[in-house]
């Protein structure tokens, strides 16, 4: 594949036409939601403008749903490695995790145990939190090392019983960039007969998902993360699905991937998550979308290794500075959580944003982890590059810090 250009990539999406304060914006808030191209915003109009029905009926706009449905189906199947029965569309990948953990508690009892890390997202903690409350279940929780923000390995083997049902596992943090070994914990976690629950919503921004490589048996992500709009998905093994005693309404369909999904389905959505993958795949190439989204996410991460290297190195020289993590060619993602002595993290945030660059900063609900890392009240400014991001962006934003 010859490498795309980045200016043509750059001009497909709107949102970097937008000016404030004289320049134009730079947008280093992906972690918290990424930027949209044409073709995602036209898939979700066009699908308003020329098909907008409800599903299973006989007349054209139906029958075109039905197939719009069935084909963002087939792109998600794509993007996370399984097939299209084993998808399903949901709000976002919280509400996805409440209403499977609920359908899995159903075949728990007291006294079996879960386990969860100190490096998630909530959204992959307090559910199963929820559930242990309501099923009377033990929670094991496996800290992390503050110096590099990895998984504590052997308290996660040593969380691990014959009474575990489920691990819930982060592909990467959201907080610190950092990748955990799926893959490795895989057999661990089957080894006991438990099921491996994945959070990929940051990973599935940065790395190539591959739902049976990683070993997962349910992953979740959400595609407002992959230049997509504010909805989730879930893929899980087929019988797993079809086991499942998931609360559903009575006349609902019984059949796997649909009896997960509860109510109508934000149609408009699911045709733009369809169209975020065909236009990731778009980045690999003409060919198969498979190895057409294997090139892509090869060319953003070698993009992504370079601009995290300028990044990190950048910030890292700054004397008041402090990067937390992992450094830049360690198991990452381009995301960098940083702080400024003698700063608030929303002070840093609003100098920046003066300057177009813009950042998040507190605990973006990896609430345990920020409190871990001793930054519970303030939080950190947390900077992610995207497939859009430059290096005159990076050096922005480093120049922005250095005023302070
Ligand atoms: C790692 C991670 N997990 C879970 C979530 C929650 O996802 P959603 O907003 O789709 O519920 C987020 C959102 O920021 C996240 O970054």
């Given at each position: 594949?010859?490498?795309?250009d980045l200016d043509a990539l750059r001009a497909r999406f709107p949102a970097l036409r937008r000016v404030h304060a004289g320049r134009p ?35 054209p706009t139906s029958v075109e749903t039905d197939a719009i449905l069935q084909a963002s189906r087939a792109a998600a199947a794509d993007f ?110 089957h080894a006991r007969g438990a099921l491996l629950f994945v959070d990929a919503v940051h990973y599935a921004a940065h790395e190539r998902v ?195």
């Open positions: 594949m010859s490498a795309p914006v730079a947008y280093f808030d992906g972690p918290g939601g990424t930027q949209v191209p044409d073709a995602v915003i036209d898939a979700i109009s066009r699908y308003l403008a020329e098909h907008n029905a409800n599903t299973h009926w006989a007349y996370l490695g399984g097939a299209p029965d084993e998808v399903a569309f949901g709000n976002n990948m919280t509400t996805l995790t409440f209403h499977v953990a609920r359908a899995l508690g159903r075949g728990f009892a007291a006294g079996d145990e879960l386990v969860v890390t100190d490096l998630d997202h909530h959204a992959n903690v307090d559910p199963w939190l929820d559930l242990a409350r309501e099923r009377g279940l033990v929670v094991r929780h496996v800290g992390f090392d503050p110096a590099t923000a990895q998984l504590d390995w052997s308290a996660f083997e040593a969380a691990l019983s014959k009474h575990t049902r489920l691990v819930a596992l982060g592909a990467a943090s959201n907080a610190f960039g950092t990748i955990n070994d799926v893959a490795r914990a895989a057999p661990l976690v591959d739902v049976r490589r990683l070993g997962a048996d349910l992953l979740v992500c959400s595609s407002y993360k992959f230049h997509g709009p504010h909805a989730g998905l879930l893929w899980a093994r087929r019988e797993l699905i079809e086991q499942l005693d998931v609360p559903k309404l009575r006349p609902a369909p019984a059949e796997a991937p649909e009896r997960l999904e509860t109510g109508t389905q934000n149609h408009e959505g699911i045709a733009g998550i369809g169209a975020a993958i065909d236009f990731l795949a778009s980045i690999g190439g003409p060919g198969p979308r498979r190895e057409a989204l294997d090139r892509a996410f090869a060319w953003m991460h070698a993009r992504a290794r370079t601009l995290v290297a300028r990044l990190h190195g950048g910030l890292a020289a700054l004397p008041k500075v402090r990067v937390l993590g992992l450094p830049a060619d360690g198991p990452r993602t381009p995301t960098i959580a940083f702080t400024v002595a003698g700063r608030s993290s929303l002070d840093v945030a609003r100098h920046l944003a003066q300057r177009a660059v813009f950042v998040s900063n507190g605990d973006f609900y990896a609430t345990t982890a920020i409190a871990r890392m001793g930054f519970g009240d303030d939080g950190v400014v947390r900077a992610g590059c995207a497939l859009y991001t430059t290096e005159e962006e990076v050096d922005r934003l480093i120049a922005g810090v250095a005023e302070l």
